[in-house]
């Protein structure tokens, strides 16, 4: 007989729940052998990078016998002037995943409190909790607005305060003011981290505040994660990036990340992809204005989804969330069935082309009114 695992894999590992990842297209056919799909699970970007990126990529050649960059330098140097921050404060991930993981290895003991907005992003709990944090969640309100006296009290408590804005999966968001008012009311012991993974989408709105602008001159410790995986569309080359409020703060998240993180694939692509902002901008106009027409034909109908500055909607359904996520997957459409508790009634549904959002419309309609 083996040894039982139990005695190997920490308890904080052996409590985790498996990410719940979107279904993949191939898996989706598998199952169901749908006539068509409809990939609105994972907030991709349908029409995909610029083709200036796949290009960069294709024109590698053998040279990816080489190990990459592993600061990712030319990357690094064009994402600092377009920003306007020190070269020396950028952090690259294999995705901003990676730098979520790396911060809390650099960050949490066993014990430590980690404050975050609930319902999360599942990583920025699990990573906190695989370290030995304890995490507090603010719960949102019934009219999904975010509780801001509750955040700083909790932050107050927390040795870092990580959530990202707009928030994932609900959309909603910290705005101006009261971002000012939480980083003005945070106490330097608190680590401040702001996942801005929508950024592109959610710089639009008139009341978004850009985190990076916001703490300027601020006295907290703080990091900005961003990706090229959502409004970008190389979610599938794995670049994720984090601006510190110091080149030291970096160099720590540096000492406990993989070497050669960020692939030479990505980083080529990336390279390529942040010169072509019209791509971007183009992709970001269509997803804001589908997503409010989605959510114009979906209130109408009676159901309550979430305001949002992201490439999502968050719509409750009256039900356990898993029955019609499976629902609709017969008929080839994927959204995310949310699975935290209090939320599980919930569906995430990524804004795609109007066609996708037509056909996600029409199933999850017809299933609606028959249930
Ligand atoms: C999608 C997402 C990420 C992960 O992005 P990658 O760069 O692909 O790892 C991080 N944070 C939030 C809130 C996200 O929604």
């Given at each position: 007989?083996?040894?039982?695992?139990?005695?190997?894999?920490?308890?904080?590992?052996?409590?985790l729940?498996?990410?719940n990842?979107?279904?993949?297209?191939?898996?989706?056919?598998?199952?169901?052998?749908?006539?068509?799909?409809?990939?609105l699970?994972?907030?991709e970007?349908?029409?995909?990078?610029?083709?200036?990126?796949?290009?960069?990529?294709?024109a590698?050649?053998?040279?990816?016998?080489?190990?990459?960059?592993?600061?990712?330098?030319?990357?690094?140097t064009?994402?600092a002037?377009?920003?306007?921050?020190?070269?020396?404060?950028?952090?690259?991930?294999?995705?901003?995943?990676?730098?979520i993981?790396?911060?809390?290895?650099?960050v949490?003991n066993?014990?430590?409190?980690?404050?975050?907005l609930?319902?999360?992003f599942?990583?920025?709990?699990?990573?906190?909790?695989?370290?030995?944090?304890t995490?507090?969640?603010?719960?949102?309100?019934?009219?999904?607005?975010?509780?801001l006296?509750?955040?700083?009290?909790a932050?107050?408590r927390?040795k870092?305060?990580?959530?990202?804005?707009?928030?994932?999966p609900?959309?909603?968001?910290?705005?101006?003011?009261?971002?000012?008012?939480?980083?003005?009311?945070?106490?330097k012991?608190?680590?401040?981290?702001?996942?801005?993974?929508?950024?592109e989408?959610?710089?639009l709105?008139?009341?978004?505040p850009s985190?990076?602008?916001?703490?300027?001159?601020?006295?907290?410790?703080?990091?900005?994660?961003r990706?090229?995986?959502?409004?970008?569309?190389?979610?599938?080359?794995?670049?994720?990036?984090?601006?510190?409020?110091?080149?030291?703060?970096?160099?720590y998240l540096?000492?406990?990340?993989?070497?050669?993180?960020?692939?030479?694939?990505?980083?080529a692509?990336?390279?390529?992809?942040?010169?072509?902002?019209?791509?971007?901008?183009?992709?970001?106009?269509?997803?804001?204005?589908?997503?409010?027409?989605?959510a114009?034909?979906?209130?109408?109908e009676?159901?309550?989804?979430?305001?949002?500055?992201?490439?999502?909607?968050?719509?409750?359904?009256?039900q356990?969330?898993?029955?019609?996520?499976?629902?609709?997957?017969r008929?080839?459409?994927?959204?995310?069935?949310?699975?935290?508790?209090?939320?599980?009634?919930?569906?995430?549904?990524?804004?795609?082309k109007?066609?996708?959002?037509?056909?996600?419309?029409?199933d999850?309609?017809?299933?609606?009114?028959?249930?």
């Amino acid at each position: 007989m083996t040894m039982p695992l139990g005695k190997h894999i920490r308890d904080e590992v052996r409590a985790l729940t498996p990410y719940n990842a979107g279904l993949t297209i191939e898996e989706v056919m598998a199952a169901y052998q749908p006539a068509s799909i409809a990939k609105l699970g994972s907030n991709e970007n349908p029409f995909g990078p610029s083709p200036k990126a796949v290009q960069a990529m294709n024109a590698l050649g053998s040279s990816i016998a080489l190990y990459p960059d592993p600061l990712a330098r030319s990357v690094g140097t064009a994402l600092a002037e377009k920003l306007g921050v020190d070269p020396q404060t950028i952090i690259f991930g294999n995705g901003s995943e990676d730098l979520i993981g790396a911060v809390c290895r650099a960050v949490l003991n066993p014990g430590d409190v980690v404050a975050t907005l609930y319902p999360s992003f599942p990583l920025h709990e699990d990573y906190a909790t695989t370290m030995g944090a304890t995490v507090e969640r603010i719960v949102i309100g019934d009219d999904f607005a975010i509780p801001l006296d509750d955040l700083i009290a909790a932050a107050n408590r927390a040795k870092m305060l990580i959530f990202s804005n707009p928030m994932n999966p609900v959309g909603a968001w910290l705005g101006t003011e009261a971002f000012r008012r939480l980083t003005a009311s945070l106490s330097k012991d608190t680590l401040l981290v702001v996942d801005e993974a929508y950024f592109e989408y959610a710089a639009l709105e008139d009341d978004f505040p850009s985190a990076l602008e916001a703490l300027k001159g601020s006295e907290l410790n703080w990091l900005v994660l961003r990706t090229l995986s959502k409004a970008y569309g190389l979610a599938g080359l794995r670049i994720g990036y984090g601006i510190t409020s110091s080149p030291d703060f970096k160099s720590y998240l540096d000492r406990v990340r993989t070497p050669f993180n960020v692939n030479a694939a990505a980083q080529a692509a990336a390279l390529a992809a942040i010169a072509d902002e019209d791509h971007v901008q183009a992709g970001v106009r269509y997803i804001r204005s589908e997503r409010e027409r989605l959510a114009r034909i979906l209130t109408d109908e009676g159901l309550k989804v979430a305001p949002s500055a992201g490439n999502f909607l968050f719509v409750d359904t009256g039900q356990p969330s898993d029955a019609v996520a499976t629902a609709l997957l017969r008929s080839g459409t994927i959204v995310k069935p949310w699975r935290q508790e209090g939320f599980r009634h919930f569906i995430r549904v990524s804004i795609g082309k109007a066609e996708d959002n037509d056909k996600f419309v029409a199933d999850f309609l017809a299933f609606m009114r028959k249930t």
